[in-house]
């Protein structure tokens, strides 16, 4: 099917899907062979190859909605990210990454880089000027996170791309915390585009997956790299993964719309110190956030410095507290503890990242009742403190 002019929800529904030519099935029907012919056939289809017929399927899917030429498929979003920098980078090179990056690509970045010879440089911000500061001869990428995770900073993508274009320079973006709902970074200028699928793309808690997506020729090189490492995706997760895409663009809606009620209530909560979502007039890039997605995010984090957080995520009878996010349901976690615990402490004081900052993915119930969940529980641990 041509995506070309067809709605977004068009799109998740129906391209990349396969047809059943058997029996008529409404949907895609499930090759789970990892053995394909090898002769008198145009493709030798082989799972680590990315090639059977789902993941190729999917990868269509993928693709289309990034605005892309081509999409690989991985066995999650950190086999994605790895692979696709790994393509790109070769002994003698300097990377410039974003100062607020998932953990693990900072993880990846500081313990993987000096093994292959490559240098790398943390920006002090996230501006171009500040990308600029930190260019080299030698650089050849540079990668970016916006919304960051957690403190849900904002780049200027077209800013940043317009410096690396001008210098010949590869720009790589994690887009995992927009969705291609909210951003599609390759119309800003963006040359590779990253997703943890395990967040709004499987949406549901339950599947482990990464994307990658670019032009044909940049993901030719992240192909031939792929093959190598072995990161794919089993058939039927793939498959799991495509059902649950076909909604996602309702999803996400519903949580940007939540993650708004949610940061206008937080940030008028007495108990809590800051609030950190791009949707908010209060927030430091609003405008450029505005000028740039289409949408805010169902992710936001915020302090709660005089609560007990051990007790607080005990208390809570709704709201999950759990390491991942962008699932249907309400989550919050401490990145301190989670994401960003292979990080060192004067690391994410850098960042910005305190030992009270929660970070919150908002789902798809009524928010009034995740706000009683909150209430409720910080009104327990009140309690409890006072009886200690």
């Known amino acids: ?57 999917l990868c269509k899917k993928m693709a289309a909605l990034e605005h892309a030429e081509a999409a690989l498929i991985f066995g999650s979003g950190m086999a994605a990210i790895s692979t696709a920098l ?30 292959f010879g490559i240098t790398y440089s943390f920006t002090d911000g996230w501006e171009p000027k500040d990308f600029e500061k930190e260019m080299r001869p030698n650089t050849k990428l540079i990668y970016m996170e916006t919304p960051s995770n957690p403190l849900l900073t904002i780049t200027d993508i077209e800013g940043v791309c317009a410096l690396a274009k001008r210098k010949g320079i590869l720009t790589m973006i994690d887009n995992t915390f927009a969705s291609p709902i909210n951003q599609t970074p390759i119309d800003l200028g963006v040359d590779v585009v990253l997703h943890s699928a395990t967040k709004y793309m499987g949406g549901h808690s339950d599947i482990c997956a990464g994307v990658v997506v670019s032009s044909k020729e940049n993901m030719e090189k992240v192909f031939q790299t792929g093959i190598c490492f072995g990161g794919s995706l089993s058939d039927y997760t793939v498959w799991l993964l495509e059902r649950s895409m076909k909604t996602m663009a309702l999803r996400v809606r519903a949580q940007n719309e939540n993650a708004m009620k949610m940061a206008e209530y937080l940030s008028q909560n007495e108990d809590v110190a800051a609030v950190y979502y791009p949707g908010l007039e209060t927030h430091a890039d609003h405008e450029l956030a505005k000028s740039q997605m289409k949408g805010f ?41 989670t994401s960003h615990a292979l990080m060192s402490a004067e690391d994410r004081a850098k960042q910005g990242i305190k030992d009270s900052l929660i970070r919150f993915s908002l789902g798809i119930e009524e928010t009034e009742d995740i706000i009683a969940d909150i209430e409720q529980a910080i009104a327990k641990v009140k309690a409890l403190t006072v009886t200690a």
Request: charged share 15%; with cysteine.
């Open 86 to 115: 790994m393509s790109f980078l070769q002994a003698g090179d300097h990377v410039v990454l974003q100062q607020t990056i998932y953990g693990g690509t900072y993880h990846f970045a500081v313990t993987q880089f000096p093994r």
């Open 297 to 337: 995010g169902g992710m936001l984090s915020f302090e709660l410095p005089n609560v007990d957080h051990a007790l607080f995520y005990k208390h809570l009878k709704l709201v999950k507290p759990v390491m991942s996010l962008a699932g249907v349901e309400s989550t919050m976690t401490s990145p301190v503890l």
């Open 1 to 57: 099917m041509n995506s070309d002019k067809k709605g977004i929800n068009t799109i998740c529904t129906h391209v990349g899907e396969l047809e059943d030519t058997t029996y008529k099935g409404a949907t895609s029907p499930l090759y789970m062979s990892t053995s394909y012919q090898f002769d008198d056939v145009d493709v030798k289809r082989y799972p680590r190859y990315y090639n059977t017929p789902n993941q190729e399927a």
